[in-house]
């Protein structure tokens, strides 16, 4: 059954293409269509390469700058003013798209913020994923982000080298209402060991500045690790108490959702609700996702034993 990259929902038998409706109106309300990328994903790789000195946007994963054409029906990659980011296919670690738009729309679930994101066919069939900039109001306004290495006075080369405690030292120092920031961590942090995250370093997270107001960014770069690894050795990527793996519900929710971040029991409560009403609906959407079967098998298995873990 077809079914199109931007909804994940079969698309009927009167719709011409790869893009449903209501899929290519979430990108906006006059595309009518959307052409392939004109590149492969090998190409798109080579294409990132040589742009990467260009470019603001950095990282492991190879990544280009586009906008959207609305009136041509297509993305263009450009080197400066692109306001949503491509990712193609990485050569070293298979279906790393599918797996992070997978998981973005995961943590929509639960309601974490998460910017406009999807897939979009490249010219040889495979698919890329796509983010909208959440620090660009527009092709010339651009809103305040800091990300935690540069807030910790860390670099890209020492982003590991810190502890969940000390992000939440650096919210306490910036943010404009700590407390409601701690709430959004807490929620954050079990979500990503709940689906395997465990490359959650400090340049992942961010604080953005809106209405005058300094709040944790909305959630991007948020992977299933654990399933794309051979022997994925740690569950987060900073030591939480100390541990990076064998976390336990008493780690998570009493030591760091009570204890360091100190959460009333109403608040942890009502996170651990949000999670479990959200993660109700995840293995469907898994099943539906855009991944191999092998894989979604995987990430499958790795969910249900976390939230037995936690008891959720």
């Avoid at 790789?45 to 041509?72: D, F, H, T, Y």
């Avoid at 993305?75 to 003013?81: K, N």
Wanted: aromatic share 8%; hydrophobic share 40%.
């Amino acid at each position: 059954m077809r079914r199109c990259p931007l909804t994940y929902e079969p698309l009927g038998g009167g719709e011409r293409g790869a893009y449903s409706g209501p899929g290519l109106r979430r990108l906006s309300r006059r595309l009518e269509r959307l052409e392939d990328l004109p590149f492969s994903a090998r190409e798109l790789r080579r294409e990132a390469m040589a742009r990467a000195a260009k470019m603001s946007i950095q990282g492991v994963q190879p990544k280009l700058s586009a906008r959207l054409a609305v009136s041509k029906g297509r993305f263009e990659i450009v080197d400066r003013g692109g306001v949503f980011i491509l990712k193609p296919q990485n050569g070293a670690y298979p279906n790393l798209p599918e797996n992070e738009d997978l998981t973005m729309r995961l943590a929509g679930l639960v309601g974490i913020e998460t910017p406009l994101h999807g897939l979009v066919y490249a010219r040889d069939g495979s698919l890329a994923y796509f983010v909208r900039r959440f620090d660009r109001l527009s092709r010339k306004g651009k809103l305040a982000v800091e990300d935690f290495a540069q807030l910790g006075g860390r670099t890209r080369a020492t982003k590991y080298d810190a502890s969940m405690e000390q992000v939440v030292a650096i919210i306490d120092r910036f943010a404009t209402f700590p407390m409601v920031e701690h709430f959004e961590l807490f929620l954050r942090t079990i979500f990503c060991w709940l689906t395997g995250n465990e490359d959650m370093h400090l340049k992942n997270f961010s604080l953005i500045t809106r209405a005058g107001k300094v709040t944790l960014a909305p959630a991007y770069d948020l992977v299933n690790t654990s399933i794309v690894l051979d022997e994925p050795r740690e569950e987060m990527a900073l030591p939480l108490r100390g541990k990076k793996t064998r976390l336990r519900r008493e780690d998570l929710l009493d030591y760091f959702g009570r204890e360091r971040l100190g959460l009333p029991a109403a608040a942890l409560d009502a996170a651990l609700e949000r999670l479990s009403a959200g993660a109700s609906g995840w293995e469907e959407l898994i099943e539906r996702s855009f991944l191999p079967a092998s894989l979604q098998r995987d990430y499958l298995a790795l969910v249900r034993e976390r939230r037995s873990r936690l008891g959720l």
